[in-house]
């Protein structure tokens, strides 16, 4: 008996959530690439049983003449393998159709830089952005753990209050694939994470007087999440560059976390301890920030350097020696 497609979609990303951990928003990525190519299939009178290499490498063809980018390509081609592993595994199919097929690869594209005078207009903005004192309070803690820390957004707004619990010098934070790591916080990290519960802990009391239940969230909100939104911090980081005098199409939240960690790397840390602060699961995620590194330092040399400047050297048949 053939299984219908939704019960295969389904099925492996109930695998992914269970096995790996994988986030919400990956299993609605994985979703929507499957069923586009399950649309794909059925246009050639193929379903996800029949299908051979060559359909696979058609719907790859049928990608590119959209004209869409290589990463979005590499994903759908990374679902597409994925689910044949699984099925395979589970024993939906025999063979694994998707085993030899290479992908288009993905155009290896430098971050955006903030420099760090930069960062001290944004985390001032944060200081002075907000209704009330508690708004102001909570952006400064926002802003100055992402860029203390270097963590993806979706890790920062969903904090557990409990990750900020116990030694201050420390953030436990809870990466992809469930895995925890734990992130050293500077000094005005720490500051504003000490205001911030200081805070959160009235609330709390506040609440509790009322008979209100209490957020588990360092970050709450009444919406259904319980937790700041992604979106929500996305709109107050672009609040906070305009309010900084900072180019506001140069800042997201993930500037942030690259700011972090070229500033690290600019300034003598091991690549390896950076790494592991990120919650990169290899080294070579992390080596891009090398090449920023030596890009920036490139463009000083031709920006400041006198023998890179045109007309600086003067041709009046004087040399200099060690001995004038």
Known sequence: MKTPTFHWISNFLEAQAAELGAATNTLLAYGRDLKDFDTFLARRSRDFLTTAQADIEAYLVHCDAQGLAKSTRARRLSAV???????F??????????????????????????????VDHLLDAARNSGRNQSDQTRNTCLMELLYATGMRVSELVSLPISAARGDPRLLLIMGKGGKERMVPLSPPARTALTEWLALRDKQDAEAQAKRQPLSRFLFPSRGASGYLTRHRFYLLIKEFAVAGG???NKVT?????????????????????????????DVATTEIYTHVLEE???????????????????????????GQ
């Open 296 to 322: 920036r330092l490139s463009e000083l040399v031709l920006e400041h350097h006198p023998l890179a400047k045109d007309g600086n050297r003067k041709s009046d048949g004087k040399t200099s020696s060690d």
């Open 253 to 281: 939240p993930h500037t942030l976390r690259h700011a972090f960690a070229t500033h690290l790397l600019a300034n003598g840390a091991d690549l390896r301890a950076i790494q592991t602060m990120l919650g990169h699961a």
């Open 246 to 248: 900072v180019e506001p």
């Open 81 to 87: 393998k994925q689910l044949y592993r699984f099925a």
């Open 89 to 118: 595994e589970e024993g939906l199919r025999t063979d694994n159709p998707a085993l030899q097929i290479a992908g288009p690869g993905q155009d290896k594209r430098l971050p955006k830089i903030l420099s760090e005078d930069e």
